[in-house]
């Protein structure tokens, strides 16, 4: 069967769906307009539309290889293609190419596209962690990081403010780029962070007087009086020192963690999630809850949050050097 091509009548953004793969648009114009909706009437959020749309993608072009339709899929066809990922790919990523061609090919079904969901049956390699893999930095080397920053310019101070926010509300890199002018705000005399987190969920904490002084500095250095509905964290004119009036983005925000990093004699591997699991490893330490950490972290599970603690490492390392040989 020859592709077809479909006009929507909504704007799908090329950030993360271009044309529909080749598996797809031999199944005609249904099956590609009901692909498109699983995108953009089933997923909300940009980060999993794309790493869905590329783990599909990649479905597509390996049956593609092979000659396969949708109608040629069989549970025996998707074992065959699970075997070949974990052969190319970590587990966890398996797992989630799995998931996004057992969800897309369950919208199929539902849409009448398909009588089944061959990917029903099969099951993805086992992986079962306890322990995340995030880098954390002691107390001592985020106090570091954050006074290695030269705040004379205004990108410092907004560098500063940023990994602060990070560190003391525990938050994903996205919910803090993601904030607005406005997200930042007084009730009475406490400072409070609204962030929009995953799923559409607001989670607010009151500011920690650290990240409050850094964010009233940088707030200050971009000026009074501006569109409070404006991006609070924003992109940089090349190495001018300049701001623009656009939205900083994880992407530029990892670069820049990684840039400070190595210029403060950190590890490399310094990374966006790292900020997360120091603060929560910090507020462990100093006598906190997990229970606590849960609530400021917004974890839906104490499993999550207890995959950032890394207070045992300490205590696994005394018991270890306990052996005298």
Not at 204 to 219: C, M
Not at 300 to 311: C, I, N, Q, V
Request: proline residues 3%.
């Amino acid at each position: 069967m020859e592709k077809c091509e479909i006009k929507l009548p909504i704007r799908v953004s090329s950030r993360c769906l271009g044309t529909a793969p080749a598996l797809i648009q031999c199944a005609g114009q249904r099956a590609t307009r009901r692909f498109y909706e699983f995108f953009t009437a089933n997923i909300r959020n940009w980060n999993t539309r794309a790493a869905y749309h590329l783990a599909l993608v990649d479905f597509s072009a390996w049956c593609e290889g092979r000659k396969l339709s949708l109608d040629d899929l069989e549970p025996i066809v998707i074992a065959a293609y699970v075997e070949y990922l974990v052969t190319i790919y970590s587990k966890p990523t398996v797992k989630q190419h799995l998931a996004a061609i057992r969800m897309c090919l369950d919208w199929l079904v539902v849409g009448q596209i398909i009588p089944m969901n061959p990917s029903s049956s099969v099951r993805g390699p086992k992986y079962v962690i306890k322990r995340g893999k995030t880098p954390v930095l002691t107390s001592e080397e985020a106090r570091q990081l954050l006074d290695s920053i030269d705040i004379s310019t205004v990108v410092g101070l907004r560098d500063r403010a940023l990994i602060a926010t990070m560190l003391f509300t525990f938050a994903r890199v996205s919910a803090v780029v993601g904030m607005k002018i406005d997200d930042y705000y007084q009730i009475g005399k406490r400072s409070w962070i609204r962030l929009h987190e995953k799923g559409g969920k607001h989670h607010e904490v009151p500011a920690h007087h650290t990240a409050e002084e850094y964010l009233d500095a940088y707030l200050k250095a971009i000026g009074h009086g501006i569109d409070k509905t404006a991006p609070l964290f924003l992109t940089a004119v090349g190495k001018t020192n300049r701001l623009t009036a656009n939205r900083l983005t994880r992407h530029d925000a990892f670069r820049m963690i990684k840039r400070r990093a190595i210029a403060a004699g950190l590890s490399n591997k310094v990374c966006c999630h790292t900020f997360r699991a120091t603060g929560i490893t910090s507020y462990l330490e100093n006598g906190g809850t997990v229970e606590n950490a849960q609530a400021i972290a917004a974890h839906e599970s104490p499993r999550t949050t207890k995959l950032y603690d890394r207070t045992s490492d300490e205590i696994t390392l005394d018991e270890i050097e306990r052996i005298r040989i």
